[in-house]
């Protein structure tokens, strides 16, 4: 397949690279062309670091960054594509925005998705003058580990549309779990939750960051705890979808304050240096503060 992913970000380049890794020629599309350098760069850091762990060949490398163009070019990067996959910040102005421009540049049996983790597919695919080719494809971080994709089915979309998703995530060697839209899906919603509540206890003073992490990392088998993700996914991003929830599904969703205060600080976690703990070289070194200091 020819796939475009249209946002070189940290989700962007990872579906990049598990889509050349996997066999796909890939156009990775962003609107400055540092953007895209820098989302290649990460696709190459990521590779290579495989190759040192023994997990990735070095032909295998070589031949996925060859698979990977680069462009700022909408009209090129959507050329011939028989996928394409927004992955812009979560703004559903945004998403609709690009979205509805790159449905005026590819083929009439291209298919759209959007990797969004919360927005309503459905609305995003009311941008489109063919709504029934959209529906969502959730993929998790860091892309090249994680085994799911969402696959969000909207109001109008077609089968044609979802088989070709399916078959896209199967070549991944990923496994697919289909959801109907609604807010939040099953995975965001779920994790918001989990997440949320971990921050209450927190700022209760229940117990600190480290110890309510390994409660799920070793009582529930979770490979991260839901303050060490909350700062992997963004504090801000957190905040966005809980906000998104609560409008849409009640005060169950409201979020923490001890959130809202460090989001206003900038400690948005693991991409500033600090949320929950301080990360140095991309590794979480300590906590940032202890139990109860956030009231």
Known sequence: MRVTVLGAGTMGAGIAQAAATAGHSVALRDVEESYVEDGIASVDDTLSEGVERGKVEPAAREAALDRITGTTDLAAATEGADLVIEAVPEDVDLKKEVLGEAETHVGADAVLASNTSALSVTELASALDRPERLLGLHFFNPVHLMGLVEVVVAERTDEASLETARGFVESLDKTAVGVRDSPGFASS???????AEAIRMHEGG????????????????????????????????????LEYLREELGERFRPPQALKRKVRAGKLGKKTGEGFYVWEDGEAVRPADEAGEER
């Open 189 to 195: 919603r779920l994790g918001v939750a989990l997440g």
């Open 206 to 241: 229940v117990a600190s960051a480290a110890d309510i992490d390994a409660a799920m990392e070793l009582g529930y088998n979770h490979p991260m705890g839901p303050l060490k993700l909350t700062d992997v996914v963004g504090l801000d991003v957190r905040l966005d979808v």
